[in-house]
C-alpha cells in the first residue's frame, strides 16, 4: 500500500459532543492524520449541508470526499481503513460482543442518563435514577479485564467514554451521583483508567462547549433522538 | 471443523421479522441449524441464560456461545461463514451497508409499526408521516439496483424484510395505504424480487398466522379505547 494512501480525511463535528469524540479518539488511536471542521448547531453550517445534506447529522467522516455518518459505522470504518491498534478484536465471536456493548451503551445508557438529568418530576426522577443504576451495573458485570477490549483499549472502551468522561460531566451539572465507586467499584477503577490513557488525555475536549450545549438543552426540554 | 461438529442453534418466535432475518441469513449460507421456538409470555431459562440483558429472540448460540441482535448476529454468521456474502468487501461499501441497516432499526420499523398500532390519532399521522419520510430515503437509496445489495441481496436487504413482508400486514390490518407501488415503486418492485426470492421465500413464515396474530393485536387494541 502507497505511503500516503490514507488520502484526505476531514471529521465534521461538535467539540464537546461525545459521538464526535469517539471517532477522534479512534482516529487518534490509528495515528491517522485529519482536519477537523466544527460545525455548530445553532447555524447549519455549508459544511453539513454539503457533506450530509439528507440527514444533517454529525459527526461526518469523509475520506476522500466519501461521507460516512453514524458514529458507530464509521468506528468501524476506521478499523478497517486503517491498521494497527485494531478497534474490533479478531475473532468473531468476540466482535459480535463488542458490537453488543457498543450498542447496549448507546441505546441504554445515555437515554436513561439523559432522562435522569432532565426530569423534573420527582418520582419520575427516581425511576429514571434507578434505570441508570441498571444499566451501570449491567456494564460493571460486564467488565471482566482492565478495559472492555482486554488489555487495551476497545470499541467498547471507546464508546464508553461517554460513562468515563460525560456522566460525571452531567453528574456535577446536575447534582446526580450515578457512578460511585462504592456501587461500582470496577466500572469507577476503568472510568479512571481510560482517563488516563495519555491517547485520550490528550484528545478530550474541554467540559465548557458541552456543558453549554447540555444546560441549553435542559432549559428548552426539547426531547432528544 | 466438520458439519456435524458445529452446534448451531436459533431461538425465535414465527412471526418475528428479527428472527426471519436471522433465517434468511442462514439459508443464505446453508448452515444446518436447531430452531427452538420460544414463548414470549413464558421465557425459557434457556433464553433468560443466553439474553439475560434484553431476555429477547433472536439469540443465536454457536458452540454454546450466544449472541443476540439481530444485526449483530447476521455479521457473525457472515464472518464465520465466509461464501455468499452479505457484506460487501469495500470498507466504504460495508460502511453503507451497516448506516442503511442501521436506519431501517431507528426510522422505519418503530414508525411503521406505530403508525397502525396507535390508538391516538395525532400520534398515529405522526407516526405515518415519519414512515414515510423514511422510506422515501430507502426509495432514493435504491435507485435501479435489483437489490440493496446490487445484483445480489446484502445486509441491508435482510434488515428490510420488515418492509418487504411485515409492513403489508400491517397496513392492511390498519386499512392504511403507505407502502403502495404508486408512492414507492421502485422499493415496491424491490419488495417483490426479494419475497420471491428463493432463499427468502423458504425463510419467511407462513402469512396466514402471522396476518391473524396481527390482527388480533390490533383488534384488542381497538377494544381497550
Avoid at chain 1, 74 to 99: H, K
Avoid at chain 2, 71 to 81: A, G, K, P, R
Avoid at chain 2, 138 to 143: I, M, P, S, T, V
Wanted: negative net charge.
Amino acid at each position: 500500500m502507497a505511503e500516503n494512501h490514507e488520502g484526505e480525511v476531514k471529521l465534521l463535528g461538535f467539540v464537546g459532543s461525545p459521538f464526535t469524540y469517539r471517532v477522534q479518539l479512534a482516529l487518534k488511536l490509528k495515528g491517522a492524520q485529519y482536519e477537523f471542521l466544527e460545525d455548530n448547531l445553532e447555524h447549519q453550517s455549508q459544511l453539513l449541508l454539503k457533506y450530509n445534506p439528507i440527514h444533517k447529522k454529525v459527526p461526518v467522516l469523509v475520506h476522500n470526499e466519501k461521507p460516512i455518518i453514524e458514529s458507530l459505522v464509521i468506528l468501524e470504518y476506521v478499523d478497517e481503513t486503517w491498521n494497527g491498534n485494531p478497534i474490533l478484536p479478531e475473532e468473531p465471536y468476540p466482535r459480535a460482543l463488542a458490537r453488543f456493548w457498543a450498542k447496549f451503551i448507546d441505546e441504554k445508557c445515555l437515554s436513561a442518563v439523559w432522562k435522569a438529568a432532565s426530569t423534573f418530576d420527582e418520582k419520575e426522577r427516581e425511576k429514571a435514577v434507578e434505570e441508570s443504576q441498571e444499566v451501570l451495573q449491567i456494564l460493571e458485570n460486564e467488565l471482566k479485564d482492565k478495559f472492555f477490549g482486554g488489555e487495551a483499549l476497545g470499541l467498547v472502551d471507546i464508546v464508553g467514554t461517554f460513562v468515563a468522561f460525560w456522566l460525571p460531566a452531567i453528574e456535577q451539572l446536575v447534582g446526580l451521583e450515578l457512578l460511585t465507586s462504592e456501587k461500582f467499584p470496577k466500572l469507577y477503577n476503568w472510568s479512571h483508567e481510560v482517563l488516563n490513557l495519555p491517547v485520550v488525555k490528550e484528545t478530550l475536549p474541554p467540559r465548557e462547549p458541552f456543558f453549554a450545549a447540555f444546560k441549553a438543552r435542559l432549559e428548552s426540554l426539547t426531547p432528544s433522538k | 471443523m466438520a458439519a456435524s461438529q458445529e452446534e448451531v442453534t436459533l431461538l425465535g418466535v414465527t412471526g418475528s421479522a428479527f428472527v426471519c432475518r436471522v433465517q434468511i441469513a442462514l439459508k443464505l449460507k446453508g448452515v444446518e441449524y436447531k430452531y427452538v421456538e420460544e414463548n414470549l409470555g413464558n421465557k425459557s431459562d434457556l433464553l433468560l441464560k443466553y439474553n439475560p440483558v434484553y431476555k429477547k429472540v433472536p439469540v443465536f448460540v454457536h458452540n454454546e456461545k450466544p449472541i443476540p441482535e439481530s444485526l449483530v448476529i447476521v455479521e457473525y454468521i457472515d464472518e464465520t461463514w465466509k461464501h455468499n456474502p452479505i457484506l460487501p468487501s469495500d470498507p466504504y461499501q460495508r460502511a453503507l451497508a451497516r448506516f442503511w441497516s442501521k436506519f431501517i432499526d431507528d426510522r422505519v420499523v418503530g414508525a411503521a409499526w406505530k403508525a397502525v398500532y396507535t390508538v391516538d390519532e395525532e400520534e398515529r399521522e405522526k407516526n405515518v408521516e415519519e414512515s414515510f419520510e423514511a422510506l422515501q430515503f430507502l426509495e432514493n437509496e435504491l435507485k435501479d439496483k435489483k437489490f440493496f445489495g446490487g445484483e445480489e441481496f446484502g445486509l441491508v436487504d435482510i434488515a428490510a424484510v420488515y418492509i418487504a413482508f411485515w409492513i403489508p400486514i400491517f397496513q392492511e390490518i390498519g386499512g392504511l395505504e403507505l407502502f403502495t407501488s404508486e408512492n414507492f415503486p421502485k422499493l415496491y418492485k424491490w419488495s417483490q424480487e426479494f419475497v420471491n426470492h428463493p432463499v427468502v421465500k423458504e425463510s419467511l413464515p407462513p402469512r396466514d398466522p402471522v396476518f391473524a396474530f396481527l390482527k388480533r393485536r390490533y383488534e384488542s387494541l381497538s377494544a381497550s379505547k
